[in-house]
T-cell receptor, first 112, second 117 residues
Framework: NAGVTQTPKFQVLKTGQSMTLQCAQDMNHNSMYWYRQDPGMGLRLIYYSASEGTTDKGEVPNGYNVSRLNKREFSLRLESAAPSQTSVYFCASSVWPTYEQYFGPGTRLTVT | AQKITQTQPGMFVQEKEAVTLDCTYD???????LFWYKQPSSGEMIFLIYQGSYDEQNATEGRYSLNFQKARKSANLVISASQLGDSAMYFCAMRENSGGSNYKLTFGKGTLLTVNP
């Protein structure tokens, strides 16, 4: 039981490059989330998926797209990376009734 | 307007003493949930404690307790008998319904706790 896994752990991109962050969970959770964490800002929700086949915008969706590939996997895509997207990205999943978030280990992304 | 406010950017406590980390929230929902997470310097997010809005008793988990004052909209975390390993960033979060069966969490900006020997 690996919980929530994320790949890659670290990534450096040049401005304008694209990449996809991968997330998978093996806990049979319906809901999955992508957050970014910046110094002094806490965690901010980018996108979430309440169930397979649905996605919704969070607080800071601009510059990102997501895909809920199946119940296990939820990917985050940066189409044209910008230095403002330098951050630590966390994927999480949750389950009814408390919706406690189970977090992955994070991806540290630097855009130069 | 901020939905979760943590007014203490940093806190210091002596080992073995108790410490309270403040959290206030803003919601018009009747049903909501409050969480505390710990983030050590290694970066992972660790769930500590949960309080539902209808729970009459304050939540406790080992050395952690949540001082829930509904009328004041506060959900302070109390750590008893602090240990050096408690040094970390602590985040308060609130679960709200965002429509239908959609639920999401909003996080505060965090409090950095340092435990001194």
């Amino acid at each position: 039981n690996a919980g929530v896994t994320q790949t890659p752990k670290f990534q450096v991109l040049k401005t304008g490059q694209s990449m996809t962050l991968q997330c998978a969970q093996d806990m049979n959770h319906n809901s999955m989330y992508w957050y970014r964490q910046d110094p002094g800002m806490g965690l901010r929700l980018i996108y979430y998926s309440a169930s397979e086949g649905t996605t919704d915008k969070g607080e800071v969706p601009n510059g990102y797209n997501v895909s809920r590939l199946n119940k296990r996997e939820f990917s985050l895509r940066l189409e044209s990376a910008a230095p403002s997207q330098t951050s630590v990205y966390f994927c999480a999943s949750s389950v009814w009734p408390t919706y406690e978030q189970y977090f992955g280990p994070g991806t540290r992304l630097t855009v130069t | 307007a901020q939905k979760i406010t943590q007014t203490q950017p940093g806190m210091f406590v002596q080992e073995k003493e108790a410490v309270t980390l403040d959290c206030t929230y803003d919601t018009s929902d009747q049903s909501y949930g409050l969480f505390w997470y710990k983030q050590p310097s290694s970066g992972e997010m660790i769930f500590l404690i949960y309080q539902g809005s209808y729970d009459e008793q304050n939540a406790t988990e080992g050395r952690y307790s949540l001082n829930f004052q509904k009328a004041r909209k506060s959900a302070n975390l109390v750590i008893s008998a602090s240990q050096l390993g408690d040094s970390a960033m602590y985040f308060c979060a609130m679960r709200e319904n965002s429509g239908g069966s959609n639920y999401k969490l909003t996080f505060g900006k965090g409090t950095l706790l340092t435990v001194n020997p």
